[in-house]
């Protein structure tokens, strides 16, 4: 417990200590400036040439030859040319008796800072190079050059020199005409930007920000990127294109700085070169504490190394590389080294850099150097990975392409006998180049590497996340792989089993909007991006099932409801107004009851045919009003049940007919009161029969008429089968639609223009002098048969569903109960109860 103590107060001082010095010493950031050539771009190539000895090298050559400090970040160039130089002068099949070496070229693989270095280190380092130029003999080798081709093109664009460029691959390079002397090594980066945006799409990431450098690549690379990403609705949140000249860079830079800390994007793209200004601003936003997920290239993996302790994924960087075998033998090279034959202790300069850019600007003091016996010991200590990165092992493969050329040279040297030339030393350029982009071999670990071809369609990449665990590690760890050529729900492979998956949590999403969820959908406002939208409910009826963001909403089917989280849609349940509900069960009842009374009113009357009362009331318009009242009472079971064809087309008419014959027989009533008083004096008997018949001719012509309508009604527009979804959620309700709306209302307007005339009678009859006189009995029936159906219409027509049938069954009821109420009662009270009121009276 005591040892974890120590251990966390003594890691909080060593923090502090580091954000302290970061405050009080910003200089030592922004050193990189002074490393620009005289055109304003930063110097950052390493160039190597690769010559052949006859026989063996002195063990000790390279302490001899190779007398300057190694740049940190060439420190791998460097393991990788001892490595490759030794297997193939191990190699007895090829150049045979013939040694393989290398020189470093004068002004190159100095660190980005190097020029620093030369300007105020109080050493001075030794170079012993070969000059070429001034041999006895001049001499054509192969030059290797990279990992960027700034510098390397201004050294050596109008050489004769053949060179292989090991950095990553540059269209600009391919230009034979303006390059005829240099050859690349690395595969093309064809599908990068293919693979970006698969992981962007994996891990739902659609707000990406860019940052490129401002050149021909970094356009194209542009181009390319955002086209995909339109392709996918990926949105870029902003484009920072930096300039390579670091003077117009510095008068920028809080632009960049801006634009980059303000966004809400969580992930951002860089793609460039290192050692330039994009590498500077990439170390600015570091300073300022700008925290984002990088996906890159593998060249980026040194810089993105940083000495915080996280283990978030959001501190991560993600790198894309061309995937390559694994070189065991270079692992077993580096920790069985000979540090006695390579000058491989880099610790010293290491420190003398660290000691140099803080301290010795201020101060001419010397500071004690620390020095490690062995290379892993700083391989421990820094952020360096035992694999080799792409540009290590292009540089591997460039040197066996050297090799095989050398090796092809010499074969040609002894065919043709010109043996006087030193064997191994190669004039012609143009021979050395001819046969150096023809190189066709398969290296040691099994690749088949050709120099006139190196645009891999279907090249395979390796997907590393970067991680500081331990502090200031730089842990790199695969996390999957990307294969262009496979099917495209195959192209993209992350490990499941991962322990950096384990937490999802530990992803961040890089969104503009957050994701609609189900039951939203999307609304873009004007002016903004693809991916910047709001969320609204989907409207009544509708859905959005997928948690991915919808552009529509899915209507149900009729069928079909929305639940009420919009979210599915559920089958509807089927009403109707039944006889089992309990408006059906009693409307059912009603219209037995008030059937059943009116058939006892017409057997009481029928008993009581030959009384004055029902004598004086015309007993035959008695019995024709009550059987049609019957009638209308049974008319109600027509719209109660399970809708069909026949009751649909029987309910209005059948009603609008029984109604037609009740009204005009309660008119022909009416007209016969009137006629009675009138027609009393003597001598008028021939003209009482004859209106008499005219009364018994009422009936029928009125019905005759409302047939009529009723089949113009069936025949333009029948009634029919309707499903009304809107009345109750979540129920279909199946109704009868009355097809014609106008001819509905002709016949409710011909019923009312009926009992609108018999009310006029009525009540202009309805003070003439006679016991038995019904005239203010019509009046009254008339007038609730008015009251109902006014009050129906607009009732009817703010109803909908199993309430509007309700409504009709009702005012049927009603106004049927009305005119037999109105009409009888007093009658049938008169027969059976005051029987002694029903007798003539002179």
Aim: glycine share 4%; charged share 15%.
């Amino acid at each position: 417990m005591k040892k974890l103590c120590a251990f966390t107060v003594a890691f909080l001082f060593l923090k502090f200590s580091v954000i302290l010095w970061s405050l009080t010493e910003p200089s030592c950031f922004w050193r990189i400036k002074n490393s620009e050539d005289k055109d304003g771009d930063l110097e950052s190539d390493c160039g190597f040439f690769v010559f052949t000895l006859e026989g063996p090298i002195e063990e000790n050559y390279y302490n001899h030859n190779i007398n300057f400090r190694i740049p940190a970040r060439k420190y791998e160039f460097f393991l990788v040319m001892f490595f490759a130089t030794d297997e193939i002068n191990k190699n007895p099949y090829l150049l045979s008796n013939m040694s393989l070496i290398f020189s470093m070229i004068v002004g190159m693989c100095q660190d980005t800072f190097g020029n620093l270095d030369a300007a105020y280190s109080q050493q001075s380092n030794d170079f012993e190079l070969i000059n070429y130029n001034c041999d006895e003999k001049q001499r054509c080798d192969v030059e290797l050059t990279g990992p960027s081709r700034t510098t390397s093109l201004k050294l050596s664009i109008y050489s004769m020199i053949p060179k292989i460029f090991f950095g990553p691959f540059d269209p600009n390079l391919n230009d034979r005409e303006q390059f005829p002397y240099i050859y690349q090594v690395a595969t093309k980066n064809t599908y990068l930007f293919h693979g970006m945006v698969s992981l962007m799409l994996h891990f739902g990431w659609t707000w990406i920000g860019l940052v490129i450098s401002n050149d021909d690549q970094g356009i194209q690379f542009l181009s390319d990127l955002r086209q995909e990403m339109q392709r996918h609705t990926i949105c870029l949140a902003f484009v920072n294109m930096i300039p390579e000249n670091m003077q117009i860079y510095m008068t920028r830079a809080k632009v960049y700085d801006q634009q980059l800390m303000t966004s809400s994007a969580k992930v951002a793209v860089i793609y460039g070169k290192i050692n330039s200004t994009l590498e500077v601003s990439f170390r600015r936003w570091e300073y300022l504490g700008a925290q984002r997920i990088w996906i890159t290239t593998s060249q980026w993996d040194v810089i993105t190394n940083k000495k915080d302790f996280s283990l978030d994924f959001f501190h991560g960087t993600v790198t894309f590389a061309h995937h390559h075998s694994d070189i065991a033998v270079f692992r077993n090279f580096m920790q069985t080294i000979n540090t006695s034959k390579y000058p491989v202790d880099i610790s010293q300069s290491m420190l003398q850099w660290n000691h140099f850019n803080c301290s010795i600007s201020k101060n001419n003091s010397k500071m004690d150097y620390f020095t490690f016996n062995n290379p892993l010991e700083w391989l421990a200590l820094h952020t360096f990975d035992m694999v080799l990165s792409e540009e290590g092992y292009n540089l591997y493969n460039a040197v066996y392409a050297v090799a095989h050329t050398y090796h092809q040279l010499i074969l040609q040297q002894v065919e043709s006998q010109k043996m006087e030339e030193p064997k191994g030393l190669f004039p012609d350029c143009q021979q050395v180049a001819s046969l150096l982009k023809t190189r066709v071999f398969t290296n040691p670990v099994g690749e088949l590497v050709n120099m006139n071809h190196r645009e891999n369609q279907c090249a395979e990449y390796d997907i590393f996340i970067i991680w500081n665990f331990p502090q200031g590690l730089g842990l790199k760890v695969k996390i999957g792989s990307y294969f262009p050529c496979f099917p495209q729900s195959q192209q993209l492979h992350i490990s499941e089993d991962s322990e950096w998956l384990t937490e999802k949590t530990l992803v961040p999403s890089s969104m503009c909007s957050v994701t609609c969820t189900a039951g939203f959908r999307k609304i873009h406002e004007k002016q903004t991006a693809d991916c910047c939208f709001d969320c609204v409910q989907c409207p009544e009826n509708e859905i959005s099932n997928e948690t991915a963001d919808m552009e529509q909403c899915v209507r149900c089917p009729d069928n079909s409801y929305a639940n009420l989280e919009q979210t599915q849609c559920l089958q509807r349940a089927v009403s109707f107004l039944a006889y089992e509900d309990p408006l059906g069960m009693a409307l059912c009842c009603m219209a037995l009851s008030f059937s059943a009374i009116t058939i006892l009113v017409l057997v009481t009357f029928v008993k009581y045919k030959d009384t004055p009362i029902v004598k004086a009331n015309n007993r035959i318009l008695s019995y024709i009003l009550l059987i049609s009242l019957v009638f209308c009472f049974l008319c109600s079971f027509l719209f109660i049940g399970h809708p069909n064809h026949v009751t649909c087309i029987l309910q209005q008419t059948t009603f609008g007919i029984f109604f037609t014959v009740a009204i005009s027989t309660v008119l022909a009533k009416t007209i016969t009161v009137v006629t009675a008083f009138k027609l009393t004096t003597p001598g008028r008997k021939k003209r009482k029969m004859m209106i008499k018949g005219a009364i018994n001719l009422l009936i029928p012509i009125c019905t005759l008429i409302q047939l009529v309508l009723c089949g113009i009604w069936l025949v333009t527009s029948p009634p029919f089968i309707d499903k009304d979804i809107q009345s109750e959620h979540g129920k279909i309700i199946i109704v009868c639609n009355k097809g014609s709306v106008i001819a509905f209302h002709f016949v409710l307007g011909y019923l009312g223009s009926l009992a609108l005339g018999s009310f006029t009678v009525a009540f202009l009859a309805r003070n003439l002098p006679d016991r038995f006189n019904e005239a203010k009995f019509l009046t009254f029936s008339m007038l609730v048969f008015y009251s109902v159906w006014i009050t129906f219409l607009p009732v009817y027509h703010s109803t909908r569903g199993k309430v509007m049938v309700v409504v009709e069954v009702f005012s049927i009821l009603a106004s049927s109960a009305g005119l037999l109420g109105c009409i009888f009662v007093q009658k049938c009270y008169v027969l059976l109860v005051q029987s002694d009121l029903n007798f003539l009276k002179k």
